[in-house]
């Protein structure tokens, strides 16, 4: 039994613990599917960030540049943000299909010219949600793999959030949606829940938070 379960093990293949976005002329660890993190399209510019099991952003560097180029948007015209957090049994791979149907969604977004003027900029949020891959074995890790989405959500997915919530809103003009799929929800529960307890409680004592303080209301 131990040498069938190695044998198919072998055939399939474990997806390592690393990021498929590196940038130019990054490093990347997996065999294909790697590619860049800031992508210009015709009618929209779509940025990655990814996170490691325990929730710790693979690149910091590259994600302020990400944000940089975010903030120059939004200083040289209104933006339309549009975040999505993928599930289970995906990635930020450039094969993946949950990439593509962003990729699709976004383009059909921008047609139909429901973000008006604003320029519209899709931001992918990646991280392990497939770790194996082959001969339909990926079923048997969806414990783990929602226990591991739970903890990026207590990582450093709030402060990313956090921070492009803070750019959105510095002009009046700017929009900002974020969409969990699957475990992506659990993920964007898991890193909004003590920010959205604290602004409805804020709202309810009919005050606003401000958030360059320490949580009291102003």
């Known amino acids: ?27 990347c660890e997996h065999w ?17 960030v990814e996170y490691s099991e325990r929730g710790n ?10 944000l940089s180029k975010i903030t120059q948007a939004s200083e040289s015209g209104s933006v339309a943000l549009v975040i999505f957090v ?34 519209l900029i899709g931001i992918y949020i990646g991280w392990r949600g497939m770790s194996f ?3 339909g074995l990926e079923n048997i890790t969806f414990w783990d793999r929602k226990a591991t989405a739970e903890e ?8 990313f ?9 510095a002009k009046k003009g700017n929009f900002m ?3 969990g799929h699957s475990f992506g929800s659990a993920i964007l529960l898991a890193a909004l829940n003590d920010t959205l307890i604290q602004k409805m409680l804020d709202q309810q004592r009919g005050c606003r938070s401000n958030p360059s303080a320490t949580g009291w209301c102003c």
């Open 1 to 27: 039994m131990k040498t069938l379960l190695f044998c198919l093990l072998l055939l399939g293949g474990c997806v390592a613990n690393a990021p498929f976005r590196t940038g130019e002329g990054g490093v």
């Open 32 to 48: 294909r599917g790697c590619g860049g993190f800031y992508e210009v399209h015709d009618n929209y510019d779509l940025g990655f």
């Open 57 to 66: 952003d693979f690149d910091p560097a590259q994600t302020n540049a990400l």
């Open 86 to 119: 993928h599930g289970w049994k995906h990635n930020a791979s450039t094969l993946d299909g949950n990439v593509e149907s962003f990729k699709e969604d976004l383009a059909h977004l921008a047609i139909s010219k429901v973000a008006g003027e604003r320029k």
């Open 133 to 135: 891959h082959g001969l």
């Open 152 to 159: 990026i959500g207590r990582g450093g997915v709030t402060e």
């Open 161 to 169: 959030l956090i921070r492009l919530e803070s750019i959105a809103a």
């Open 177 to 179: 949606l974020t969409v």
